[in-house]
């Protein structure tokens, strides 16, 4: 079971429209979790992190965190071209040490005009 | 804030020669910095976890004698692909910690480099 797993996409959402993004993660002791952007031949730039069940919502995005189904989630409200990217999920593991840090393999989203 | 510079943002070389790529803090100081690679369509893949003033730590599979890693400062740590060959043609990324809020987990990333080896 690999670490964090993501529907690698497409995902095909109309612009104006509500993308969702999902991720699931093994380690039920997972600590902080952290959604990242990343465009084409570019490097990934932070979204948001989450560290509590519920909902944190920041501008047009919102991330969702349910630790009892080991699930996070990404949603982006009012989807608009410049959000097409592939979005990685990242889990922070409660395990001691630098290397804790687990990267799915991301989600690629369209957002079409 | 938390801005990471890295150097240079593409390379194209002749197999056999070796490619150093810089990673550098600007405006806080990385105890720990990590080495990723990323093919195309793939995710990052964490080659190494560099710790400065001591030796990197590799992921399984990774060659610390040809990706050798020198992390001699709080803000600068290097990644030299030694004796490079095709098949090391990839996404070099490296990202840090703020030092102090390691716990947050929160990384952040340079640009990359891009890695022709021909």
């Known amino acids: 079971q690999k670490e964090v797993e993501q529907n690698s996409g497409p995902l095909s959402v109309p612009e104006g429209a509500i993308a969702s993004l999902n991720c699931t993660y093994s380690?039920?002791?997972?600590?902080?979790f952290f959604w990242y952007r990343q465009y084409s031949g570019k490097s990934p730039e932070l979204i948001m992190f989450?560290?509590?069940?519920g909902d944190k919502e920041d501008g047009r995005f919102t991330a969702q965190l349910n630790k009892a189904s080991q699930y996070v989630s990404l949603l982006i409200r009012d989807s608009q071209p410049s959000d097409s990217a592939t979005y990685l999920c990242a889990v922070k593991r409660a395990q001691t040490g630098a290397n804790n840090l687990f990267f799915g393999t991301g989600t690629r989203l369209t957002v079409i005009p | 804030g938390a801005v990471v510079s890295q150097h240079p943002s593409w390379v194209i070389c002749k197999s056999g020669t070796s490619v150093k790529i810089e990673c550098r803090s600007l405006d806080f100081q990385a105890t720990t910095m990590f080495w990723y690679r990323q093919f195309p369509k793939q995710s990052l893949m964490l080659m190494a976890t560099s710790n400065e003033g001591s030796k990197a730590t590799y992921e399984q599979g990774v060659e610390k004698d040809k990706f050798l890693i020198n992390h001699a400062s709080l803000t600068l740590s290097t990644l030299t692909v030694t004796s490079a060959h095709p098949e090391d043609s990839s996404f070099y990324i490296c990202?840090?910690?703020?030092?102090?809020?390691?716990?947050?987990?929160?990384?952040?990333f340079g640009e990359g480099s891009r890695l022709t080896v021909l």
């Open positions: 380690d039920r002791g997972s600590q902080s």
């Open positions: 990202s840090a910690r703020v030092r102090g809020r390691a716990n947050t987990g929160e990384l952040f």
């Open positions: 989450i560290y509590s069940n």
